[in-house]
T-cell receptor
């Protein structure tokens, strides 16, 4: 079945450091891919998405490229801020699997001043 | 534009009781999905409703049920609560064309259920 694997955290970085959070997936067909962010005590916020191979999603300085050949959707940001501290989830929506997102286990990012 | 609204934010229930959670989607969104989030199992899909019909279902026991009303608001019910049902319950709404979500899924802030 479909699945998503994220790098384990926590990830601790200094402010202005470069961020990469790895995400790989297993899926049949052509899934859509998402990154969500969750701040303490809150729900999930959509950060970015990509719906087909080679698409690049971007938002608030974060980017991720849908790589079908490596089944990956790694999240990157050139310069993190303390306010980026949160839990990041990679998710997959399989073709025809209505309303169902499959999530990775989440990666906690802590950014220190 | 109002977001996805979940009520209540917090609930404390006793084992064996039942509970009903509510979700109001973004206006115009007819698809509503429910998820359970726990530290051990992460985010797991419960079910999805569209136009008052359940279209998809995850691997949860029959104690977990849901429904959707004609205004797209949805409720989920958990009967005979167990300690392991303690979790954050999230709902998400989506604008769909057929079975495809056009713009992704927008989540509410969740209902934190504690079973004692």
């Amino acid at each position: 079945g479909n699945s998503v694997t994220q790098m384990e955290g926590p990830v601790t970085l200094s402010e202005e450091a470069f961020l990469t959070i790895n995400c790989t997936y297993t899926a049949t067909g052509y899934p859509s891919l998402f990154w969500y962010v969750q701040y303490p005590g809150e729900g999930l916020q959509l950060l970015l998405k990509a719906t087909k191979a080679d698409d690049k999603g971007s938002n608030k300085g974060f980017e991720a490229t849908y790589r079908k050949e490596t089944t990956s959707f790694h999240l990157e940001k050139g310069s993190v801020q303390v306010s980026d501290s949160a839990v990041y989830f990679c998710a997959l929506h399989g073709s025809g699997n209505t309303g169902k997102l499959i999530f990775g286990q989440g990666t906690t990012l802590q950014v220190k001043p | 534009k109002a977001g996805v609204t979940q009520t209540p934010r917090y609930l404390i229930k006793t084992r064996g009781q039942q509970v009903t959670l509510s979700c109001s989607p973004i206006s115009g969104h007819r698809s509503v999905s429910w998820y359970q989030q726990t530290p051990g199992q992460g985010l797991q899909f419960l079910f999805e409703y569209f136009s008052e019909t359940q279209r998809n279902k995850g691997n949860f026991p029959g104690r977990f049920s849901g429904r959707q009303f004609s205004n797209s608001r949805s409720e989920m019910n958990v009967s005979t609560l167990e300690l392991g049902d303690s979790a954050l319950y999230l709902c998400a709404s989506s604008f769909t064309r057929g079975i495809e979500s056009l713009y992704g899924y927008t989540f509410g802030s969740g209902t934190r259920l504690t079973v004692v």
